[in-house]
């Protein structure tokens, strides 16, 4: 049995057009299968826990047809305890997790792909906590950051720009405009990192802090060209300058995958991280927002996702 949590709005409502693709191939080819289609922001992570918590012997595949905030939700909500077979069907304007993993961008090469399976990798994924009254705690299959490009991610969620634009498929082109506008009003911060408990490293003119677990984040920007989902290891980047224009050029160097890392651009890798900043900046995972923050701990879960690949 396949159960299918579908995030319609993805993309811009274009994941609805997807949905309808697949499901008539799924019917077609006669295929068991149950669809649970979202309607608000957290049903997937709610869906999610249900069917992995709920069926205590549920013989079956979960499969999370969206973006990479589909598959995040879908991720905060499963129980990981067991070994659940994870597919993702990307339809979204990023779709990160499917380009580290080369998985198929065709949907229906994907639910091909789903529905017989060459093999299965048990990979990473990371785990977020923040908050100093109450503290709160979010997974993330991709990557997680603060600073610059959280705010990217901050103001691309709530776009109107972009759901005008995407029927045109010119979404790209609200995330270059986002980008040069965080890009000017973007400020510095002062902060460190502790790795592993051990290891404190101090920083002026922080832009941007991101953790991966996969290379790229933000729709193909590669930050962490090493980074490895099998390894039990967070790729953490730091980029610190006091020249605005070196952030420029590590954008460019990371979007086009040139392997230089750019000057201001440091990289660490450890099995969990202790953040600090002294001003609250925004903080995402895997593009959803975790609001503005000063401290965040992360850490790097071994091996819990069962994925098709």
Known sequence: MYYFIVN???RSGKGKKIWEKIEEELKRSGTAYEAYLTQRPGDAKKFAKELSEGKKKMPG???AVGGDGTVNEVLDGLCCERTIPFGYIPAGSGNDLARSLKLPQSPRKALQHILSPKGYRLIDYGVVSYGSEEVSHRRFAVSSGMGFDAAV???ILYSK???KLAPY???KMVYLAVGLKRLILAK???GYLILDGM?????NHIYFISTHIHPYEGGGFRFAPNADCTDGLLDVSVFNSDSKKKLFAVLVHAYIGNRKKGKGLRSFQCHEVRMHVDTPVPVHVDGESCYSQ???EIRCISKQICMIV
């Open 8 to 10: 319609r709005n993805s």
């Open 61 to 63: 595949t979960i499969v």
């Open 153 to 155: 991610c901050h103001e």
């Open 161 to 163: 720009t972009k759901k």
């Open 169 to 171: 498929h010119m979404g």
């Open 188 to 190: 510095p911060v002062t």
């Open 199 to 203: 290891r404190k490293v101090e920083f």
């Open 294 to 296: 000063t401290d965040l």
